[in-house]
């Protein structure tokens, strides 16, 4: 089983940038893929962005509307993934959680599911101030 812990978190004024890293330790062959989710208080947890660890060559899928802003990157030899965050927004503000999947039917549409993830971290708070 794997296991992820996310760090990184912080307070931001608007316009900043911050890098989340989830690292990785145990059994990392029992995932495929590891995504990046967010969710504030109320709300249903929201993808981010997802990326093929395992496979697909490192293949990437966003949410469309954090794209440009957003770059999820894997570093193999530390067993780490990360989260780039650009042009910091007050409605980012919300805890980041990396999660793990492996099911092999998941696409760029189902990786941003939190239904394909069996193993979550236990997050990193971002708060972005006008």
């Known amino acids: 089983q794997v296991r992820l812990v996310e760090s990184g978190g912080d307070s931001v004024q608007a316009g900043g940038s911050l890098t989340l890293s989830c690292t990785m330790s145990?059994?990392?062959?029992?995932?495929?893929?590891t995504g990046w989710f967010r969710q504030t208080p109320g709300k249903e947890r929201e993808g981010v962005a997802a990326?093929?660890?395992?496979?697909?060559?490192?293949?990437?899928t966003y949410s469309k509307s954090l794209k440009d802003r957003f770059t999820i990157s894997h570093d193999n030899a530390k067993n780490t993934v990360y989260l780039l965050m650009n042009s910091l927004k007050p409605e980012d503000t919300a805890m980041y959680y990396c999660?793990?999947?492996?099911?092999?039917?998941?696409?760029?549409?189902?990786?941003?599911?939190?239904?394909?993830?069996?193993?979550w971290g236990q997050g990193t708070q971002v708060t972005v101030s006008s």
């Open positions: 990326i093929w660890t395992w496979s697909r060559h490192g293949g990437t």
């Open positions: 145990g059994d990392a062959s029992s995932h495929i893929y």
């Open positions: 999660a793990a999947g492996s099911s092999r039917l998941a696409g760029n549409a189902e990786a941003l599911l939190p239904s394909y993830y069996h193993t």
